[in-house]
């Protein structure tokens, strides 16, 4: 018997590892050679390809496909329908497998629903990527993001508020529902401990 749970509907293909705790809900499909953490959450229709990495406590929220060359994290949330790709520059008639690029998701990450994730980017740690905003560049750790292109309007804390920050230059703000103090410094954002 697993330590996970698996909805009736779900298929999950032999040789995928799931961590304990974690929940495969209606018609999901899970490749062979996926590795999804603990305490992980695929909602409904979630797809995950062979070559995937999802770590520990993601949220995976109903209609997302995570395609091969995709590695989330501990702690990503990727919202309702949001996208990612794993070919830059697709074409039906013409084989591009060998060309797959990688996509990194860093913890504590929020993708927004109906967001796209262009192939080939890092996005950084407890960066927060609004709803139907398409990614097509590295985003910065801590970074709001939003727009099409995504453009940055501000930061955000870890727990999900956003700061009273520049976008640039050197400042300090704090969370509102942790009373942690952030720092702007150099366009880089960090925790004073």
Not at 81 to 104: A, G
Not at 111 to 133: D, K, M
Not at 169 to 186: F, P, W
């Amino acid at each position: 018997m697993s330590d996970y749970f698996k909805h009736a509907s779900a298929i999950v293909d032999d040789g995928a590892q799931i961590g304990a705790g974690s929940r495969v809900w209606h018609f999901a499909h899970i490749c062979a050679g996926a590795k999804i953490g603990a305490g992980v959450s695929l909602g409904q229709n979630v797809f995950v390809g062979n070559k995937v990495t999802i770590g520990d406590k993601c949220k995976i929220q109903n209609n997302v496909s995570v395609y091969d060359n995709v590695h989330l994290e501990e702690g990503v949330f990727c919202g309702p329908s949001m996208v990612f790709t794993n070919v830059y520059n697709p074409r039906s008639l013409i084989e591009r497998k060998d060309q797959y690029l990688d996509t990194i998701v860093k913890k504590g990450a929020t993708l927004g629903a109906n967001c796209t994730v262009v192939c080939g980017v890092t996005i950084g740690e407890y960066a927060f990527i609004g709803a139907g905003a398409v990614v097509n560049k590295d985003v910065s750790a801590y970074a709001l993001m939003v727009g099409v292109p995504a453009k940055q309007i501000g930061w955000m804390s870890e727990y999900g508020e956003q700061l009273d920050l520049p976008l640039l230059g050197c400042a300090q703000a704090i969370c509102s529902q942790t009373q942690r103090v952030y720092q702007l410094n150099n366009n880089i954002v960090t925790i004073v401990e």
